[in-house]
Nanobody, 112 residues
Framework: QVQLVESGGGLVHPGGSLRLSCAAS????????MSWVRQAPGKDLEWVAG????????EYRESVQGRFTISRDNTKNMLYLQMDSLKSDDTAVYYC?????RGQGTQVTVSS
């Protein structure tokens, strides 16, 4: 079955950086479009970024464009999200997602 395990979250000051990782198993990773989604307290789940299976194309929500970078390593079944210039509005639980499947999430808190 699909397993997605996120890591790398934490507390960071505004303007700081974090790198999230997601270890995927239970499916042929390289064949699938993968996403990062997030849920802030009291808000709906929102899509953040996506990457095609062969990593030839990436997509971002407008609010993170230019600050976040999604990448993948298909040899290791790993998905990444490099987050720079973090803002308080980026505070949320971040999830790695394949279709409707998500991991347990990793908390990112941006606060001074």
């Amino acid at each position: 079955q699909v397993q997605l395990v996120e890591s790398g979250g934490g507390l960071v000051h505004p303007g700081g950086s974090l790198r999230l990782s997601c270890a995927a198993s239970g499916f042929t990773f390289s064949r699938y479009y993968m996403s990062w989604v997030r849920q802030a307290p009291g808000k709906d789940l929102e899509w953040v970024a996506g990457i095609y299976g062969d990593a030839t194309a990436t997509e971002y929500r407008e609010s993170v464009q230019g600050r976040f970078t999604i990448s993948r390593d298909n040899t290791k079944n790993m998905l990444y999200l490099q987050m720079d210039s973090l803002k308080s509005d980026d505070t949320a639980v971040y999830y790695c997602a394949k279709d409707r499947s998500r991991g347990q999430g990793t908390q990112v808190t941006v606060s001074s």
